[in-house]
């Protein structure tokens, strides 16, 4: 599980999107695992790592960095 603090302090009209990046390990092996935004508090962005040959999350620390960004549409 990858946190951030949440920018915006708030989740109303808050998006969120993700993208993992091997660090430090080669190409194959950064492949194998994929970033996906799970949930989202005021306070806080939650994101998880799982593997995409045989789709189990990790739960274990992996050599990657996970990019994130965030929108807040203006009313």
Known sequence: ???A????RTTDGVFV???LC???MPDAAGKLF???FWDMTD???RFRIRRADNHKWVNDPQPVR???VAFKQQS
């Not at 603090?5 to 915006?8: I, L, Q, S, Y």
């Open 5 to 8: 603090d949440n920018p915006f």
């Open 1 to 3: 599980m990858v946190t």
């Open 17 to 19: 999107l993700c993208q």
């Open 34 to 36: 994929e970033a996906f």
């Open 22 to 24: 091997p660090n430090g």
């Open 66 to 68: 996970v990019y994130w």
């Open 43 to 45: 306070s806080r962005l």
